[in-house]
């Protein structure tokens, strides 16, 4: 839809006000130029009122065919620390700084590419709608990409990680590592890091819902 000054507007502006409407209204996104190679969308999950946020960087490969987030390799570690930190993966809602899989192909793999600022920008206006709807206690920022989308400028991780800071009126901001970090790590690190996560992601645990 444009303006009546012929100005496109963002489709997560134009969308509904539950997540369900926001996940069916990004389907067909063309806001940046990511979707043409990637095989679908990839939304957040979890329940619509949670109190933790979990934000990555983009689905990968596995994701992307799967369309659901946080279901590879690096998925799956995560779901591992979170148990491991007293937070269960249903009780919180993951999602990605962008939502559809940037690649560049080698023969027949799809390597993971970094998304530029500008399609970081481009979709926040998702991850922002998202933010509205959940309204989270706690947003946990996995890797640099997800801090870069959420603060709107590059920030150091190392620096920043295991602290709580202001983000909003009742919300706060966590900064940790992206999972896949902890792959790429050479091995005799891997222990070690994996602890520090933990011991980041405990912190969140706090902001859990008592039901
Ligand atoms: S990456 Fe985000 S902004 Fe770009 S086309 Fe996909 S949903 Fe739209």
Not at 103 to 111: N, P, S
């Amino acid at each position: 839809m444009k303006t009546p000054s012929g100005i496109e507007l963002h489709p997560a502006i134009q969308a509904g006000g539950t997540i369900e409407a926001l996940r069916k209204a990004a389907i067909t996104c063309r806001a940046c130029p990511l979707w043409k190679n990637a095989t679908q969308t990839v939304f957040g999950e979890g329940p619509s009122r949670a109190t933790l946020m979990f934000v990555g960087e983009q689905p990968g490969d596995q994701e992307d065919l799967a369309g659901h987030p946080f279901v590879g390799p690096a998925g799956q570690l995560l779901t591992r620390a979170m148990a491991a930190a007293g937070i269960p993966r249903e009780q919180v809602y993951v999602t990605n700084a962008v939502k559809h899989f940037k690649f560049e192909l080698r023969g027949k793999r799809r390597l993971h590419k970094k998304p530029i600022d500008a399609e970081i920008t481009a979709c926040y206006a998702w991850l922002k709608r998202e933010i509205q709807v959940v309204a989270p206690s706690l947003l946990i920022a996995l890797g640099a990409t997800a801090v870069r989308s959420l603060l709107g400028r590059a920030t150091p991780v190392m620096a920043n990680r295991g602290k709580l800071q202001e983000y909003a009126p009742d919300m706060s901001l966590l900064i940790t590592v992206h999972p896949s970090f902890l792959l790429r790590v050479p091995e005799q690190e891997k222990d070690n890091e994996y602890r520090q996560f933990v011991t980041d992601l405990k912190l969140a645990r706090r902001f859990l819902r008592s039901t």
